[in-house]
Structures are given as C-alpha cells and as structure tokens.
C-alpha cells in the first residue's frame, strides 16, 4: 500500500509530483490558506492549479508556479526579500514565513488596500507595503537577498540589478506577453547576474502608475 503523503493532496499533486522539494515552501503553502486572497467569486477555486482574477485586470498566479518562484529564491529565514507585484498579498504572507523581512510594492491602490488587510491575517515576519512603480524596487530599503517579481518584463530592470545584494536572487519572468520564462539570477561578487531558465510561463506585464504613495 502506497505511503501516506504527509501534505494536502492539492500539495501532493500540483506541487510535488511536479518537483517542489523545499520543505519549507511546501509547509507554508500548505498553511496559509489562498482562498483568503481570492475574491468570493473565486473561492471555489482557491486550490485549483490555475491563476485567478484579482480585479484591476490583474490575476493570483497559479500556485505552482508561485511555489516555483519561492522555492528558486532558496530562503534560509534570514532574508530580507522584495516583492514586486504585491498583487492579492498572498505571496507577500507566504514570504514572510519565509524571509525576516518583506517589502512589498504594488501599482494599483486598489489591490494593495485589500493585500494589506489579508497580510494583516496572514502573516509573521513585517510585511511592508508601498504603492509605487515596481520597476524602481524600494531604494530606500535595499539591498535585498531575494527580489521577486510577479509581472514580466522585457529585461530586468536596472533598479532591481541594483538592489540584489551580492549572493542574492532574483526571480523574474522575461520575454513577450505571449512568450515568457520565468528566470532566477544570481548576483556574482562582481556585480554580474547569473541566469537560469526554470519555467515557461504567461504573466501581465510589469506596468507603470500614474501616480504613487506610500
């Protein structure tokens, strides 16, 4: 007879047959519950494998591909991480189970206002919130040991290359809106970022706001 899994059988079949191996982020994703960072529209679906809708024409990531993402970041507990795209907030709780520390920024009010409500019930280490341009990070709070960002973009911002510490990753989806790879880099003492290609995937892009404020 096949040995009980010890994780929830969404976290059995979507995650780790799938290659999520990082004890640590299958435990938090198996802890903080998604359908608190859905809209009640969406909640039936809250552990399917699938993005949903968030409003503002934005969507919560799939979670493998949330958990592929936290687990290319290797967090120890030690960190300080940044999150671009706070989005629903629910990779910014899952991250402060994660990191010692979490900043994260995000364009439309109107999202963050609701993240920040659902971080509040959801989190343990701070959880910072700004409402700004993603592709200039939070220069007021770097360096950071893992930036993630949840929008693709083109190339890496300049902004966020800067903010990587030395040793740290960066995790980012790069391409075309209908082409994309979800990257890591590691940031060299030399200054240089080393790449690995981990996923094929399809985000929004990473936009800019008319306006901004903390």
Aim: hydrophobic content about 40%; glycine content about 8%; charged content about 25%.
């Amino acid at each position: 007879m096949p040995k009980p899994s010890r994780w929830p059988l969404w976290i059995e079949d979507q995650l780790v047959r799938r290659g999520i191996s990082d004890e640590r982020v299958l435990s938090v994703m198996s802890t903080v519950p998604r359908d608190a960072f859905v809209p009640p529209q969406e909640q039936g679906l809250a552990e399917a494998d699938c993005p949903l809708p968030i409003g503002c024409g934005q969507t919560i990531s799939q979670p493998y591909i949330v958990a592929l993402s936290l687990q290319a970041l290797e967090l120890k507990g030690t960190e300080r991480v940044l999150d671009v795209g706070t989005g629903s907030g629910y990779q910014a709780a899952l991250l402060s189970y994660l990191a010692a520390e979490v900043y994260t920024v995000e364009i439309y009010e109107e999202l963050l206002d609701r993240a920040r409500t659902a971080i509040n019930m959801h989190h343990q280490a701070p959880v910072h919130c700004l409402h700004g341009d993603g592709r200039l990070g939070w220069p007021d709070a770097a360096p950071f040991d893992g930036i993630v960002v949840a929008a693709w973009s083109k190339d890496v911002p300049k902004a966020l290359a800067d903010q990587l510490a030395s040793g740290g990753r960066l995790v980012i989806p790069l391409g075309y809106e209908y082409r994309q790879v979800l990257a890591r880099f590691r940031k060299l003492p030399s200054g240089t970022l080393e790449r690995d290609d981990l996923e094929s995937v399809r985000f929004v892009p990473l936009v800019r706001p008319q306006r901004v404020r903390r």
